[in-house]
């Protein structure tokens, strides 16, 4: 049997919302049909993509590895039909949180200047590759270290690290604060997208005590309500202020990189007039 775009579209579906019944719903197909097309692409593949029981769902580890690969393929095939119906080909942006801090505005509106057939759509993604791994955009600004395989950074700056604090705390009216000054607290940890982890502590003076949250607008939430503090780059402070939240440059915490990174492979004509912008922007 061979392959069909049909056959990634399905496995997709019960990937993203790990239910047959939902994913039949998404594609407008009955339960049996989505059943048996997975089926046939496992045969095809000669693994299992997908582990089910009566109450539940999960992708296997080569089932998520295949997703991203899965979604490469198809984004690849609904650009190119999309690309012949318009006369500009935008270039898709990702970023998890805080996009090119306060540079933002200036790098859409200079590419809107310099660039005018080639619109830049800025989407935030809510991941570690901020959907770039698996083809949801062009490029990406990351921050922190990026290990995934298959891409291209750049260097675009550095940013130093700031603890976020509710503005009532007693440590947010301090000029600067030690990563020590946090050890008794709870800390929000970003786990998919963030840079903080408790490596960044002293082994003998890390915290005990830790909540884990999946975005920036919930680590503010959690902050701001008093639930935890947490540490994150100065872009967060200028791309993010709320009055219930205060940030505080820390002294002896190391800076964080950002990036700008794009597939190894063809991709968006534009990428390199993209980082050609980023770095005098950001630079």
Known sequence: MSIELRHFRCFLAVADTLSVTRAAERLHLTQPAVSRTLRQLEEALGTRLVERTTHHLALTPDGLAFRDQASLAVTAFDRALAHGSRTGWPLRLGHAWSAAGTGTTTLLRRWHEEHPDTPLELLRIDDRTAGLARGDVDAALLRGEVHAPGLVTEQLTTEPRVAGLPADDPLAACPTLSLTALTHRTIALNTVSGTTTLDLWPADARPSSTITIGNTDDWIAAITGGRAVGVTTSAT????????????PL?????????????????????????????????
């Open 251 to 283: 002294t002896d915490a190391p800076p964080v990189p950002v990036v700008l990174a794009w597939r190894d492979g063809p991709g968006h004509p534009r990428i390199r007039d993209l980082v050609t912008l980023a770095r005098e922007v950001m630079g």
């Open 237 to 248: 402070a200028g791309m993010h202020p709320h009055p219930a939240m205060a940030y505080v």
